[in-house]
């Protein structure tokens, strides 16, 4: 049976989190909330909407709706200027290899990702090509751990979701994936990410062979 193979971004592909983190301690700090390393490893995964709903609720603010958007903006503005400086010494090691691997024997590949700028940071990492379709933030009305992503994904790539692997960074993407009935690969700690049928500290430790049998 021939396997499809869906990315996350964030934490698989490139390491955001560390753009996310500056650009939401500025935004928490602006408006007298703290933001630490710990608070951002729980936004991993979470939508961008939900992830100023918990910085308020960590800060005990509350806001009118015409500021919470102005506040997005602004935060999504930051991000976008790190964004920009991104070139492909970000891609995170090894993900190189798999892709060219599955590329080169024409299995399909997506990309299914919680993030708006999606498509911009595949660009600037010079990945773009390399996925045959892409479910971003912007296709999808229900964040994961809903399976919609990764369901949209295989759908376009069609192939069913009992045959797709997803490589996962967050507990909510690897919940998500269960819930579509996929083969989950966690990228991280595996006591975080307990609930995957496997888990990788990163790419360097999964070898083509494996990704052969799956
Ligand atoms: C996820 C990240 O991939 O995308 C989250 O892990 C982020 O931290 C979410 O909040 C939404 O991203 P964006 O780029 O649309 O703000
Ligand atoms: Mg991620």
Not at 12 to 20: C, L, P, S
């Amino acid at each position: 049976n021939t396997k499809g193979f869906i990315f996350d971004l964030d934490g698989v592909i490139v390491d955001t989190a560390k753009y996310h983190f500056l650009a939401w301690k500025k935004l928490a700090n602006g408006i007298g909330i703290d933001f630490t390393h710990e608070q951002n490893e729980q936004l991993k995964g979470v939508s961008r909407v939900k992830s100023l709903e918990k910085i308020l609720s960590w800060g005990n603010k509350v806001i009118s709706d015409d500021e919470f958007s102005e506040l997005i903006s602004k935060k999504n503005n930051d991000y976008l200027s790190y964004i920009e400086q991104m070139s492909t010494q970000e891609i995170l090691p090894d993900i190189p290899k798999v892709l060219n691997y599955l590329t080169d024997n024409n299995i399909p590949v997506a990309l299914g990702s919680a993030s708006k700028n999606a498509r911009a940071i595949l660009q600037k990492v010079n990945l773009i090509s390399k996925f045959n379709v892409i479910v971003d933030g912007n296709d999808v009305t229900k964040a994961k751990p809903n399976p919609e992503v990764f369901l949209t994904a295989a759908q376009n790539l069609e192939v069913a979701p009992e045959n797709c692997v997803v490589f996962e960074d967050s507990l909510a993407g690897i919940e998500a994936a269960k819930n579509a009935n996929m083969i989950a690969i966690g990228i991280g700690d595996v006591t975080i990410l307990n609930k995957a049928d496997f888990v990788f500290k990163d790419f360097t430790e999964i070898d083509l062979e494996f990704i052969a049998q799956l």
